[in-house]
């Protein structure tokens, strides 16, 4: 699972075209989890179906392990990221 200062094997900037458009889901987004989560089911079907290689298995995994640290994260973080920066 990766964080902004270690990146995970999967890690969309690394990973990125220069121009390739991208989204972020923070882990204080109450619907990151789910989505993530929905991500990683439909790609589950990618690979069962043969659209997906087998070895997409390891992003999907990262990414139902993402999910589950996500939402330890927000539990222990509550709030955290609404305090006002100190300049």
């Known amino acids: 699972m990766g964080t902004k200062d270690k990146p995970a094997p999967f890690d969309c900037y690394a990973n990125a075209l220069p121009d390739e458009p991208m989204f972020i889901l923070l882990a204080r987004d109450p619907h990151a989890p789910r989505l993530i989560e929905e991500w ?38 509550h709030g955290k990221w609404r305090k006002p920066k100190s300049d």
């Open 40 to 77: 990683a089911i439909q790609r589950r079907r990618d690979i069962d179906m043969g659209e997906r290689p087998k070895e997409d298995q390891a992003m999907v995994n990262e990414a139902i392990e993402c999910a589950d640290n996500m939402r330890n994260w927000r539990f222990q973080n």
